[in-house]
């Protein structure tokens, strides 16, 4: 009994360890900072300061471009992860190659890279140009953020979702098609929600991102909207407010929470096919 | 079977071997950060703001290696020097932001026996300089310039010469704005007739009424894209630092740069070296170096920027020297204020209302 209890231990030590120095003491040392003012002293204030019109207001917009984002990204991969699932074993993995490819490429770079294609003299609007079409100005609005997360996210969905996909037993959906089920019900009775634990868990790996980000919105917004993630990067870089920064994390941490919560319910006993 | 499990191994080993390799060999960059080692310079400097050229040539003289590192604004550089996690030896900041580090107690003194070539810095610079540096005890002198407006003359009707043009609802999608505090409000409050150094409350918040009046004008709020976006011709008008004007002339015939009759900021970047630097002396071999006139002209040619190297400003062309964008004449500059540390609750005003106008 005493060897497996330290075997058990042993095992998870350098985990414990990675989790206690990097998640737990930073995450407390948030906690500390989002809790007290300059002078150290206890102070709800930092945390209140989300009901100030800017700080709600940017939240209010990371909701929406994040929401935004991930259903987008949940109606396109899921089509997706479904073509996947139907092509031959040799055919699916390089196209899951290719989807993976552009991640080779470090995320700033690619971003930064459709900021030169969508400017107003941009690649895009020079081709439209040439082929005598309107312009667009996409760029420096919430749309070109959208774009950006969906661009940076997508394979956060499609990867998860086609692992659960690719899992169902042929089988299952045989049995369905005998029992008289036409396409339509075997995909809502059967693949649908037994893929619920793959969609949630893309969920969560998109909108996380996509609501804590200041990069993106940075790089393609033009410094113009301000999302959550900007206000508490500039709290703690321009305006070294670490207090502010961290009560406004703090409530972030929130929404994150909710999220996980969510997933869980969803995802009950299913937990292998969260990444 | 057996075989598959065999490469499946081979698979796992080698991604294994390549994070720790990719792992390691960033290490043995960083590990040297610790070791005390006298042979090693860290510099902390503005983005683009020197010949490369010039730290090779450093180097092969002295031996010297240099870890050289770039920050985007005053304020981003701040907590990572007041922090301390990194030392630096050298930290190139602006004049304000000099007399902040001085006032918290963040610099050493220079020991100016070991940089003779001091002597070639101009006497009025140094006198400016004063204004932050009281004592001419903690700086020394790199790059000076105004603040003004860059144009594109074949996108604007007529040569703008005050800050209105950047309210002007022609301009609308076609403004860039300086993406700091100081410089925002500063062109803001010239613009009102205020002093740039302003703390009177209803002052600033009549600045900020303007810049949010200006928001949905502006085509974005950025810092060195400023350059590349005008040489693009993204945005006909762009508020942008004197130092990078020869260069985009140079990119793009059609830009032309004016310092708004209203007056503007006339700013000084020097080098300081911070109290915690390991290696103090290097530091100043390498500000002795810098202030070599075939250095610091050398350097000019490279990054623009107007030197207070007397020495190094006769040897410049005369077309240099003469540039009014470069050096400008003592009429213009006699409208222009220097910037001062405000101290804390104004610059948390200051920091409070931007926020406001960013999220409007």
Redesign the interface.
């Known amino acids: 009994m005493n060897k497996t209890f330290f075997k058990k231990y042993f095992i998870s030590g350098p985990y414990l360890f990675w989790m206690i120095a990097f998640t737990i003491i930073p995450i407390c040392l948030v906690i500390y900072y989002g809790l007290t003012d300059k002078s150290g002293t206890f102070t709800l204030q930092n945390i209140m300061s989300i009901t100030t019109p800017?700080?709600f207001?940017?939240l209010w917009l990371s909701l929406l471009l994040s929401l935004a984002s991930t259903v987008i990204c949940l109606l396109l991969a899921y089509p997706l992860a479904m073509i996947l699932k139907g092509l031959s074993v040799n055919k699916n993995s390089f196209i899951v190659f290719i989807f993976i490819l552009p991640m080779w490429m470090n995320f700033l770079l690619r971003t930064l890279a459709w900021q030169t294609i969508l400017?107003?003299?941009g690649v895009l609007n020079t081709l439209l140009e040439i082929l005598h079409l309107p312009s667009l100005?996409i760029i420096?609005t919430p749309y070109a953020i959208i774009f950006g997360m969906v661009y940076n996210f997508l394979p956060f969905m499609v990867l998860p979702i086609y692992n659960v996909l690719i899992k169902i037993d042929d089988n299952v959906i045989h049995a369905a098609k005998d029992l008289g089920a036409n396409s339509v019900q075997t995909f809502f009775k059967i693949i649908f929600p037994l893929s619920i634990p793959g969609v949630i868990s893309g969920i969560t790996m998109v909108f996380i991102p996509s609501l804590t980000t200041f990069v993106i919105s940075n790089l393609l917004g033009?410094?113009?909207i301000?999302l959550i993630g900007n206000?508490i990067e500039?709290e703690?870089?321009?305006?070294?407010?670490w207090h502010l920064g961290s009560g406004l994390s703090m409530v972030l941490m929130v929404f994150i929470l909710l999220n996980m919560i969510l997933t869980f319910k969803f995802d009950k006993g299913e937990g292998g096919a969260v990444l | 079977m057996k075989k598959n499990k065999c490469k499946k191994w081979a698979a796992l080993f080698s991604c294994i071997a390549l994070t720790i390799f990719s792992i390691t060999s960033c290490g043995n960059k960083d590990s040297s950060q610790d070791s005390s080692d006298s042979s090693d310079l860290y510099i902390y400097n503005w983005a683009e703001y020197i010949d490369p050229e010039v730290l090779t040539m450093f180097e092969k003289e002295t031996g010297i290696q240099v870890h050289y590192d770039e920050f985007e604004t005053n304020e981003i550089m701040y907590p990572v020097i007041e922090a301390g996690a990194i030392s630096y030896d050298l930290v190139c900041p602006s004049d304000y932001m000099i007399q902040k580090m001085i006032e918290n107690d963040l610099l050493a003194e220079i020991n100016f026996d070991n940089i003779p070539n001091f002597s070639n810095i101009d006497e009025a610079q140094l006198t400016s300089a004063k204004e932050f540096d009281s004592e001419n005890k903690y700086s020394v002198p790199y790059c000076w310039g105004t603040v003004g407006i860059l144009y594109n003359t074949t996108m604007v009707e007529e040569a703008p010469d005050s800050w209105a043009v950047l309210w002007d609802e022609k301009y609308k999608d076609n403004i860039l704005m300086q993406d700091s505090v100081r410089d925002a409000f500063g062109i803001t409050l010239k613009y009102l007739g205020y002093s740039l150094n302003s703390v009177t409350e209803s002052q600033l918040q009549e600045a900020k009424e303007l810049l949010i009046e200006q928001r949905p004008l502006v085509q974005g709020y950025v810092v060195d894209q400023v350059r590349d976006k005008m040489i693009g011709n993204e945005a006909a008008i762009g508020v942008i630092y004197s130092g990078e004007v020869l260069y985009c002339q140079q990119e793009n015939d059609d830009l032309a740069y004016v310092i708004p009759k209203e007056g503007s900021n006339v700013w000084l970047d020097c080098w300081v070296i911070p109290k915690n630097a390991q290696n103090k002396e290097n530091a100043e071999a390498f500000l002795n170096f810098l202030c070599k006139p075939e250095i610091a002209v050398k350097n000019f040619e490279y990054i623009t920027y107007a030197t207070p190297n007397k020495a190094a400003k006769e040897l410049l062309a005369e077309e240099y020297q003469t540039n009014p964008a470069v050096f400008p004449p003592e009429s213009i500059l006699s409208k222009c204020e220097t910037f001062h540390y405000l101290g804390q609750e104004a610059e948390e005003l200051y920091n409070s209302l931007w926020k406001e106008v960013r999220s409007k």
């Open positions: 800017e700080h207001k940017a400017e107003k003299n100005n420096n033009g410094g113009k301000y206000i500039q703690f870089t321009t305006a070294y407010n």
